[in-house]
């Protein structure tokens, strides 16, 4: 079975700190993704990357960045988190025909 | 831009009865679709896909979904809903035409059973 384990399941962070959303993948997929889901939303591609040390920019990029220093691991880092980024962030892998999806991390910022 | 329209945000169904979750897209060529199911505080799963060939395409967990070219819809079905069917539900189309490489979901529909 594909895996894709996210840090943590909920994490709660204040205005203007720095936080890292992990992603760790066991299948040694190239392709990786950030979405983030909002209610009445749906879920919105932040970046994603199709190799170590290569990123894209997704359609919501803004205020984002990302990392991908070896194959299996793709953060997800908010540079000074906002009250506006309190979601729930879902990483993917892009397996045979379909995308992966790990359990996810409901952020909040206070 | 590609867009997918899930018109329905909230369904409410007896357990037992019939379900139909509608799914329109706006792409110039033969798209991939596929179908997602989030059961609350989880990750996505996928349910079924289309990529070519037979219109009608069956899935996990008794779901199957029909491809119409004419009306650009993709919608799902089941014959008789259980409980457990009780989730939010995404579809999505590929963007880069290469399967599952980019993809664009849906607003999704949250689906409510009733015992």
């Known amino acids: 079975d594909v895996k894709v384990t996210q840090s943590s399941r909920y994490l709660v962070k204040r205005t203007g700190e720095k936080v890292f959303l992990e992603c760790v993948q066991d299948?040694?997929?190239?392709?990786m993704f950030w979405y983030r889901q909002d209610p009445g939303l749906g879920l919105r591609l932040i970046y994603f990357?199709?190799?170590?040390?290569?990123?894209e920019k997704g359609d919501i990029p803004e205020g984002y960045s990302v990392s991908r220093e070896k194959k299996e691991r793709f953060s997800l880092i908010l540079e000074s988190a906002s009250t506006n980024q309190t979601s729930m962030y879902l990483c993917a892998i892009d397996g045979t025909y379909e995308q992966y999806f790990g359990p996810g991390t409901r952020l909040t910022v206070t | 831009a590609q867009s997918v329209t899930q018109p329905d945000i909230h369904i409410t169904v007896s357990e037992g009865a019939s379900l139909e979750l509608r799914c329109n897209y706006s792409?110039?060529?033969?798209?991939?679709l596929f179908w997602y199911v989030q059961s609350p505080g989880q990750g996505l799963q996928l349910l079924l896909k289309y990529f070519s060939g037979d219109t009608l395409v069956q899935g996990i967990k008794g779901f199957e979904a029909e491809f119409k070219r004419s009306q650009s819809s993709f919608n799902l079905r089941k014959p008789s809903v259980h409980w457990s069917d009780a989730a939010e539900y995404f579809c999505?189309?590929?963007?880069?035409?290469?399967?599952?490489?980019?993809?664009?979901f849906g607003k999704g529909t949250k689906l409510s059973v009733i015992p």
């Open positions: 999505a189309v590929d963007d880069s035409g290469a399967g599952s490489y980019q993809l664009t």
């Open positions: 299948m040694d997929h190239e392709n």
């Open positions: 990357s199709y190799d170590v040390k290569m990123k």
């Open positions: 792409y110039g060529a033969t798209p991939y």
